[in-house]
Every structure is written in structure tokens, then in C-alpha cells.
């Protein structure tokens, strides 16, 4: 196993997750903090080995040690092209986002015969390859069951409110979103406008709570 001291650290919140360079090639090293969400990660890894959607290569499941390996993709955060690129650009990156996100579900249903969800999804989960132009999807640690309005939902919220929030730009992409997933997906809308709410107040929430806790850290 790979030391993880010898690595870039990368930015996860719940697991350590770092870059291992190699002479030949590149691998991002994910150790999990959580028996569960390691499992479902390699559950949906599983599922979707073999198929044509845009996903880091898997090389190795350890479960002794909850660590999965998988190749680096050179990229950048989605969230880092919404503000800083033309508005022709960035809806061209979410509108790859979509067509990602319409053949994920129908995989997953395909195989599952029921209907999943990414449930912790937002565009640092996607990288975007400027050169390929491609758009590449990962962490499917919180997958389960459920509606695809929550995850539109979530990600709707999450691009409204990306610093600075409330943009011209930002609902323009943001209902760029539901306009290309709404049909294709037979969303319902009603529902759909209640988890915005839902979502809304829960970020809010974590937000507030977030700031306190600095605010007593500083302290």
C-alpha cells in the first residue's frame, strides 16, 4: 500500500485523499474514514465498470485498510470555471454535466432496477479537462436510493449560491440545469421546488453552524 505521507494531500472533507506521483502515471489514493461509504463506493464502482460513463479508472479495492486507488485526471474543479470563464463556456461545462448525470441514473436504474441518487453532489465532485473537454464525475460514497429532485435540487442550490452567490450568472446557470434535465427526466417540478427549499435552509444550517465554530476557534 502507498504511504499516504508521501503524497499531495487533496481536499476531502470526511476521508484522506492525496496524489501519488509515479515515474509512469499518476494515482489518486482515497482512504475512507467510514466502513459504509467505502462499500457503497466500490458498490457503484462496480456497477459502472465497463460502461462508457466518463469516471476515473479504479485500479485497487483494499478493504482491510478502506483505501481504493484510482487514476489521477488532469483537470479542474467544475466550481472553478463557473465565475472565471465566458458564460458560453461555463453553461457548455453544466450542460456536460447533465448528459453525465442522464447516463448515470439510467445505468445505475438499469442495473439495479430501482432509482439512485449521488445524495452528496455538487461541482467539486466534477473535474472538467480543457483540452478533451471532457467532464469526468466521481465520489459515490453517499449513492443510495431516492428521487433525482433532491440531487437536481442540491446541485441547483449549491451553484446559486457558490461566492459571490446570486450572480446574473449564477441563475443563469442554475436554471440552465433544471432546463436540461427537467424534460429528459420527467422531473417533477412541485417536488422539485420543495427540495430547493429543503436544500436551501440545510445549507443555511451548515453555514451558520460552520461559522460558529471558526468564530470559537479564532477566539
Known amino acids: 500500500m502507498i504511504k499516504p505521507t508521501t503524497g499531495e494531500r487533496l481536499l476531502s472533507k470526511k476521508n484522506f485523499v492525496y496524489r501519488e506521483r509515479g515515474e509512469q502515471q499518476d494515482v489518486v489514493v482515497k482512504i475512507f474514514s467510514d466502513l ?23 485500479y485497487s479495492c483494499d478493504e482491510n485498510s478502506l483505501t481504493i486507488i484510482y487514476q489521477f485526471v488532469e483537470g479542474s474543479p467544475v466550481v472553478d470555471f463557473i465565475e472565471n470563464t465566458e458564460l458560453s463556456e461555463a453553461e457548455d461545462i453544466i ?13 445505475i436504474r438499469g442495473k439495479q432496477g430501482c432509482q439512485y441518487i449521488l445524495g452528496d453532489i455538487h461541482l467539486r465532485n466534477f473535474i472538467y479537462n480543457r483540452v478533451s473537454q471532457q467532464v469526468y464525475g466521481f465520489d459515490f460514497e453517499e449513492c443510495r436510493i431516492g428521487q433525482i429532485e433532491s440531487d437536481v435540487a442540491r446541485l441547483f442550490v449549491f451553484i446559486l449560491h457558490y461566492d459571490p452567490a446570486f450572480t446574473p450568472r449564477k ?27 429543503r436544500e436551501t435552509l440545510e445549507l443555511i444550517n451548515r453555514r451558520a453552524k460552520r461559522d460558529i465554530t471558526r468564530s470559537r476557534i479564532s477566539k
Open 36 to 58: 459504509k461509504r467505502f462499500q457503497r463506493e466500490r458498490e457503484i464502482g462496480d456497477l459502472l465498470q465497463g460502461s462508457s460513463l466518463a469516471t476515473p479508472a479504479r
Open 95 to 107: 450542460g456536460k454535466i447533465c448528459v453525465w448525470l442522464l447516463e448515470f441514473y439510467s445505468i
Open 171 to 197: 441563475k443563469a446557470l442554475a436554471n440552465y440545469l433544471w432546463e436540461n434535465l427537467s424534460a429528459p427526466l420527467a422531473l417533477d417540478e412541485t417536488l422539485f421546488q420543495q427540495e430547493v427549499k
